[in-house]
């Protein structure tokens, strides 16, 4: 079974400097996609960013990027600039993407960013 | 084009009593899925279904069950409350075409059940 380990329960950021956030998964599949989605206080949770599994070249989404370490089954995001509507609970995931494979989320314990103005 | 809808926003039951939660996908999306967050035990898949049919089910036990109707709004029902269903139901919808050609779920705001 895949498990998604997020290792900090709560960060803070000073406004306009760059956090990263630690995410690590077990999983024997070969073929996968992995997520950072943001929970903002009002709990409507968004996609962040995404990175296929098969893609080396690590994903970007203007102020947010990822550290994909495949071997190393790491998945960090990197938010440079950070603003305080940043703030918010970010949960890393995961999907299957062998054939068959269904919609289901794998997701880790989240991570409380704080930022501070 | 309108996001995710779910109703109830907030509810309040008792024990022993059972709930219907109501999801509505947005417009064009067949696949709804639906997950439990609580503080202990954090975002826990229940269910996935496409065209009306349930295509993966989470460990939660036959209390929780759910359908989905032909327009692909979905309903997730608990029978028999526990204190410990007490949580935020969340329901996300994608577009799925029979091969996994979309990568977002687009959440919606939940609901979030009470069992006193």
């Known amino acids: 079974a895949q498990t998604v380990t997020q290792s900090q329960p709560e960060m803070s950021v000073q406004e306009a400097e760059t956090v990263t956030l630690s995410c690590t998964y077990d999983?024997?599949?070969?073929?996968?996609?992995l997520f950072w989605y943001k929970q903002p206080p009002s709990r409507q949770m968004i996609l962040v960013i995404r990175?296929?599994?098969?893609?080396?070249q690590n994903a970007t989404e203007n102020r947010f990027s990822v550290n994909f370490q495949k071997a190393a089954k790491s998945f960090s995001l990197k938010i440079s600039d950070s603003q305080l509507g940043d703030a918010a609970m970010y949960f890393c995931?995961?999907?299957?993407?062998?054939?068959?494979?269904?919609?289901?989320?794998?997701f880790g314990t989240g991570t409380l960013l704080a930022v501070q103005p | 084009k309108a996001g995710v809808t779910q109703t109830p926003r907030y509810l309040i039951k008792t024990r022993g009593q059972q709930v219907t939660l109501s999801c509505s996908p947005i417009?064009?999306?067949?696949?709804v899925s639906w997950y439990q967050q609580t503080p202990g035990q954090g975002l826990q898949f229940l269910f996935e279904?496409?065209?009306?049919?349930?295509?993966n089910k989470g460990n939660f036990p036959g209390r929780f069950s759910g359908r989905q109707f032909s327009n692909s709004r979905s309903e997730m029902n608990v029978s028999t409350l526990e204190l410990g269903d007490s949580a935020l139901y969340l329901c996300?919808?994608?577009?799925?075409?029979?091969?996994?050609?979309?990568?977002?779920?687009?959440f919606g705001p939940g609901t979030r059940l009470t069992v006193t």
């Open positions: 999983t024997s599949e070969s073929d996968y996609y």
């Open positions: 995931a995961y999907r299957s993407a062998r054939n068959g494979a269904t919609n289901k989320l794998i």
């Open positions: 996300a919808s994608s577009f799925f075409s029979g091969t996994l050609t979309s990568y977002e779920q687009y």
């Open positions: 279904y496409f065209s009306e049919t349930q295509r």
């Open positions: 990175q296929e599994a098969y893609k080396q």
């Open positions: 417009s064009g999306h067949r696949s």
